[in-house]
């Protein structure tokens, strides 16, 4: 009995925080949505662009076409959405974050934009990944 008590002790302990990590994660990531909401709303690509991965091995899925590249991919938004006018105010309602593993989670949810030159909706599926300690997305794909 008294080998087993630490040893149920331990594994009790050991259950109780990995759920607070799990919950961490999902406020992180949707403080990174919450920002990017924001910066895209004020117009402010690169900003929006923060909560990317900047490398050359972000993907990106739309129209049926896949894009490579951070840089390439906050290009595209700059032609696409070049003032005010065209990124208008971003919405996100996520309807789900869903753990795939410790350091990656996958997000479903639908966008909105309410913007002067027509308002615009969508849905999406952005893959985030822990990478050096940060979270970041390192796939999406919006239509």
């Not at 050991?14 to 949505?33: E, F, G, H, N, Y």
């Not at 990124?87 to 639908?110: C, H, P, Q, R």
């Not at 969508?122 to 796939?139: A, L, Q, S, Y």
């Amino acid at each position: 009995m008294k080998t087993i008590l630490p040893i149920l002790l331990l594994f009790v302990f050991a259950c109780k925080t990995t759920q607070p990590v799990a919950a961490d994660d999902i406020t992180a990531i949707r403080s990174i949505l919450t920002q990017q909401q924001k910066a895209w709303s004020e117009n402010d690509l690169e900003g929006f662009m923060s909560g990317y991965w900047q490398s050359e091995e972000l993907t990106y899925f739309s129209r049926g076409k896949i894009t490579k590249g951070w840089q390439t991919t906050l290009a595209n938004y700059k032609r696409n959405y070049p003032s005010k006018k065209e990124t208008g105010e971003l919405n996100f309602e996520i309807a789900n974050i869903t753990k795939i593993n410790n350091d990656a989670y996958w997000v479903m949810g639908s966008y909105f934009l309410t913007r002067e030159v027509g308002d615009a909706n969508g849905t999406f599926m952005i893959i985030f990944k822990r990478i050096n300690g940060e979270w970041k997305i390192i796939g999406d794909s919006s239509c």
